[in-house]
Structures are given as C-alpha cells and as structure tokens.
C-alpha cells in the first residue's frame, strides 16, 4: 500500500508540476523573459477554487473557471505592463518579480495569515486489483496527460500555433507577413498563465492552501525549464516531469532540505553536460 501511495504521490505532483513548467516554458521561449510571478499564478488558480467552494458553489466549478481567471489576469498584466519592458528583459523579469510579490502579499492580507483545506471533487479511493488507488490523484494525472496534448495540437496543428512558432522563429519577418505579434505575446503570455492557474486548482486539494504556495514552484520550474531547454515543447515537459518526479520522490527517502539541494545538483549537473537541452540530442 505504502509504495502504491508513493507513485501516485509523486505522478500527481509531476503532473501539476509539468503544466507549471510548460506555462512558463512558453512565456520564456516565446518573449525571452522569465515570469517570476508564475508562482503567484499558481497561487491565484488555487484562491479561485478556494472562493468558490467559500461561497457554497461546486468546487469543480471553481477548477474550470481557475485557468480562465488567471489568463484574464496574466491578460491585464501584459497589456497594461509587462509589454513595455519586452526590450530590456532584465527590467521585465523585475517587472514581474514585483508584481508577483504585490500579489502573493495581497492574497497573504485575504487569508489573514492562515492555511486553508479545500475538499476534492473526488473523494476516497478505488480498487485497483487488490491495491486501492487515490480517485483525485488519479483524475490528477489524467487531466494532466489531456491538457499535454490539447497543448501540443493547438502548438502544431492550429493557426494560432503556426503563428506562435513563426513569432518565437523569426518575429521580424512575421510580422512582415502580417502576424500581429502583439496579439500573439498578449495570447501567449495569458495562455502560459493559464496553464498556472489551471496547476494551482487541481492541487489545492492535495495540499493546503497558503500565501506562499506558488514560490517553490517559480524556483523549481524555472529550473525545469533550464534544464529542458527554451524553445521546446518537450524539452519543458521533460524537464518539468524530471524536477517534479524527483522533487515528489526524493523526500519519501531523504530529508526534504537535503532533497532539494540533490535535485538542483542533478539539474545543474544536466545542464553543464547539455547546455542545450535535456532532449537537444534527439531534436537534431
């Protein structure tokens, strides 16, 4: 039973894990900044399950509208500031480091301080066999895998994604051929941030709900995307399933502190053998 818990511990969080990492894979490939309030994206999707299950209403309604609230918000931000430091990234990527930390403290002021459960759409567990199997875990995973693909078709197989890889290959020469890729940053940026806020509701029922939730996974995710390389779909998936799968994994056997300095080891140990990408081998 105990290792049956271990694996669907650790698939569950990778899971969460990969559409945080491939959220901000996508803002960094596309804009060539690092949103370091993309933790705070987390936090905000999981606030948004928090108020609707508050207010008496389903909780799975408040994780369908989670992802839809964040773009709205990730939307603003990039329209009203984080579009007029495109130029100088250094400056955007403090941009949005204070940002972040305007709305981690705001939503610290609404919570009072204090950590907060929220029940998960899906209760108690299946058997499996003779093994008994998390249903919300379970569900984890599956939406996760769902959302992967959405993502990679609506990437290869759509008019928007043609016109998101033309800007991230050549913006120039893009918006020669008439793609407004002002349009195409803004939709980005709000699709990178939806994908946060979508991570942060499916995981608040699996762990509390606090102000600083979402900064462990900037950190970790920042790495993730380092680690698998920008411009890469599956270079962010896998960079972002190695850190979660060993972030998850690692404290079940070490202590948690000594956990996360092995993970950063084995990352930057990744990255100085491959500077170019987990997966840039097989790219080529």
């Known amino acids: 039973m105990t290792a049956v818990a271990f694996l669907f511990d650790v698939l569950a969080y990778s899971a969460v894990f990969v559409l945080v990492g491939l959220g901000l894979g996508i803002i960094a490939s596309m804009m060539g900044i690092f949103n370091f309030a993309h933790g705070e994206f987390v936090l905000l999707g999981a606030y948004t399950v928090y108020l609707f299950e508050q207010h008496g209403l389903p909780v799975w309604c408040g994780m369908l509208a989670a992802p839809l609230v964040v773009a709205l918000v990730g939307l603003l931000l990039e329209r009203i500031a984080i579009r007029r430091f495109y130029a100088t990234p250094v400056v955007a990527m403090l941009g949005t480091y204070a940002i972040g930390l305007s709305l981690r403290e705001g939503v610290r002021t609404l919570l009072a301080g204090q950590f907060y459960n929220v029940t998960a759409p899906l209760v108690g567990s299946f058997a499996l066999g003779e093994l008994s199997v998390s249903r919300w875990r379970t569900a984890v995973i599956l939406i996760t895998l769902l959302v992967m693909l959405g993502c990679y078709a609506l990437l290869t197989q759509t008019r928007m994604g043609l016109q998101v890889r033309a800007a991230l290959e050549n913006p120039a020469l893009a918006r020669a051929s008439g793609i407004?890729?002002?349009?195409?940053?803004?939709?980005?940026?709000?699709?990178?941030?939806?994908?946060?806020?979508?991570?942060?509701?499916?995981?608040?029922?699996?762990?509390?709900?606090?102000?600083?939730?979402?900064v462990p996974f900037l950190i970790k995710s920042f790495l993730a995307v380092m680690l698998g390389g920008m411009g890469s779909f599956d270079g962010a998936v896998?960079?972002?399933?190695?850190?979660?799968?060993?972030?998850?994994?690692?404290?079940?056997?070490?202590?948690?502190?000594?956990?996360?300095?092995?993970?950063?080891?084995?990352?930057?140990?990744?990255?100085?053998?491959?500077?170019?990408?987990?997966?840039?081998?097989?790219?080529?």
């Open 238 to 284: 896998a960079g972002s399933a190695l850190v979660g799968g060993s972030s998850a994994a690692l404290p079940w056997f070490i202590k948690p502190v000594v956990a996360d300095v092995l993970v950063f080891l084995i990352a930057i140990a990744i990255v100085k053998l491959r500077p170019d990408g987990l997966l840039s081998h097989w790219r080529r």
């Open 180 to 214: 407004s890729t002002a349009r195409v940053y803004a939709a980005t940026f709000a699709f990178g941030a939806g994908l946060a806020g979508l991570a942060g509701g499916l995981m608040v029922p699996i762990y509390s709900l606090s102000a600083d939730m979402g």
